[in-house]
């Protein structure tokens, strides 16, 4: 748009160059006494003094008793200009038409036929320009024009990364003040913000506040709720053991029951209120270590090896949960081992989320594939032989469930059970 409007004012112009020069040379030329064209004219452009410069101007008679011919000094031969049947003259004797020029050049002509004195002598006047000049002034305007506006574009372009990266600055600190709370290692955002993003950390925070008081309001929930039935159901097994008799033996087993069936649904509870926080974190090898080296005390007879993560690994969770699982497969590895039981903890991957693995191993009897899924139903006993209630592995795996992990049971190389639990992790 630009170009074209630049070319429609540039032929205007040139246009209204050639007119004002066709004027001139009317002006300046006349008939002397003899009938010949005379005249010295000077249109005030050195280019009509330069050879085959592409700007021409003549003077030819068209009347009989009219002689002589004028042209500039840079018109060295003729050029051609068609018939008036081709071009016709406009109502004021005056067309415009485009030839070669003496070089070749792209030459634009305008030409009018004048009379020059009483007698109506005529003669043909013709100032030429050369167009390639003009072609040339608007291909290197219009090239200019696409430099300035690339490098525009490209400055624009610039300035607007560097706008958006500096408005982005405040919400990738917003990004490293939510990892640091991810990770544990702070308790809310904290730092200045724009008034743009201050919003958004104040409801940010306002959310993890309200998510931690939902935890221990869930806490003191199950506190309460545990206490206040600890009684009455001391007062029934206490009852139930004072009969002594085959009903107190069942209402014994039916308040122990109830007991394991409280604690494990309050316990769920409680993980369910907190299994979406971004505050809790546990370390991973300080917990283990402490519940191997109890265990390896309270079972001496038991060979307890611990095969600790190369890296740190951190727990998106409660402590006190972690240690529920694993005291619980230990407890049942230990139960079932002959004599080896070993704990091995390494990273793990899924759906591109960091997690770990915990396999614990033994060298018992095993379970059968087929027995595997039934192993893990509450009250399930596969072996009566041996003390329990049948709800060890199936807390573990209510456990890992609430937190998106697995539990898988299998064949281990030592001959026994291997049970592997994948948890996520804290990045």
């Known amino acids: 748009m630009i170009v074209a409007l630049y070319r429609q004012t540039s032929e205007r112009g040139f246009e209204s160059l050639l007119s004002a020069h066709l004027f001139n040379l009317i002006g300046s030329v006349g008939v002397s006494a003899n009938g010949s064209l005379t005249g010295s004219p000077d249109l005030g452009d050195l280019r009509f003094s330069e050879p085959q410069s592409g700007w021409y ?29 081709e071009v016709p003259f406009d109502v004021s004797f005056q067309r415009t038409y485009r030839t070669r020029g003496i070089a070749g050049e ?26 390639s000049e003009l072609e ?29 990266l500096l408005g982005l600055r405040p919400l990738a600190r917003v990004r490293e003040a939510l990892a640091k709370v991810r990770e544990g290692t702070a308790q809310r955002l904290g730092g200045s913000f724009p008034s743009e993003i201050a919003p958004l950390a104040n409801e940010t925070n306002a959310l993890i506040e309200n998510n931690r008081r939902i935890v221990e309001r869930s806490r003191t929930q199950v506190g309460n709720l545990a206490h206040s039935l600890k009684t009455p159901l001391a ?12 009903r107190g033996r069942i209402i014994a087993e039916q308040a122990t029951a109830m007991q394991s069936q409280l604690e494990h649904y309050l316990q769920r509870a409680r993980i369910a209120a907190q299994r979406d926080s971004v505050v809790y974190r546990t370390p991973l090898r300080p917990l283990l270590e402490r519940m191997v080296r109890v265990m390896s005390k309270l079972n001496s007879g038991i060979d307890l090896t611990y095969a600790p993560p190369a890296a740190e690994v951190v727990f998106a969770g409660e402590g006190e949960d972690l240690e529920e699982i694993v005291g619980n497969l230990l407890e049942n590895a230990i139960k079932w081992a002959r004599g080896r039981v070993s704990v091995v903890v390494a990273p793990a991957a899924r759906d591109a989320h960091p997690m770990f693995a915990i396999a614990i191993e033994d060298d018992g009897p095993g379970i059968p594939d087929e027995k595997a899924r039934e192993a893990l139903q509450r009250g399930k006993r596969l072996d009566e032989t041996k003390p329990g209630t049948g709800l060890g592995l199936a807390i573990v795996s209510d456990l890992v469930r609430e937190y998106g992990g697995t539990l898988e049971l299998g064949r281990s190389s030592l001959g026994g059970l291997k049970a592997v639990v994948l948890l996520r992790s804290v990045q």
């Open 235 to 246: 007062v029934l097994l206490n009852e139930a053991r004072s009969m002594g008799d085959e």
């Open 136 to 164: 040339a002034e608007i291909a290197n305007f219009q090239w200019q024009l696409f430099t300035y506006l690339s490098l525009f574009g490209l400055g624009t372009i610039v300035i607007n990364a560097a706008v958006i």
């Open 106 to 131: 792209d030459l634009e002509v305008i030409e009018n036929e004048f009379v020059l004195d009483t007698l109506n002598r005529v003669a043909r006047f013709r100032v030429m320009g050369n167009r």
């Open 57 to 85: 101007w003549s003077v030819e008679p068209l009347s009989r008793g009219l002689t002589g011919e004028l042209r500039s000094l840079s018109m060295m031969g003729p050029i051609p200009s068609p018939t008036t049947a």
